[in-house]
């Protein structure tokens, strides 16, 4: 199978960059899965999303706060506002701030897209 470039930016830093298989992210249309050869695209992050990217090592799910994508036939461009692994994801954490977040939407689907990430990443 043929790679594809990634680079995966936060506002703050350079977050991951790589070659993977695929990439698969949540968007505001839906989640769609990327490999090379893909048709260009532009796309909006969901603002609680996860962005998985598959590599010949296995697959790094990331919790994304909004942000966007561009798809070449070569290369994933992802800028994201805030991106962390799954890994480095506290669990007992992220359901507290969804049961704390209330009317404030923002956190609630900040604290959902934590939880999804370590769900994806099956931990």
Do not use: C
Request: net charge negative.
């Amino acid at each position: 199978m043929a790679d594809i470039e990634v680079e995966f930016v936060t506002v703050e830093r350079r977050f991951w960059s790589g070659t993977a298989t695929m990439v698969v992210a949540k968007t505001t249309e839906g989640e769609i899965g990327i490999q090379a050869g893909h048709e260009p695209l532009l796309g909006e992050l969901d603002a609680g999303g996860t962005v998985t990217v598959y590599t010949d090592e296995g697959k790094k799910v990331a919790a994304v706060q909004g942000g966007f994508l561009s798809v070449t036939a070569h290369k994933v461009s992802i800028l994201g506002e805030a991106a962390e692994w799954s890994d480095a994801i506290d669990r007992s954490a992220a359901e507290k701030a969804l049961s704390e977040a209330g009317d404030d939407a923002a956190a609630a689907a900040t604290a959902r897209g934590r939880l999804r990430a370590i769900e994806k990443a099956g931990a």
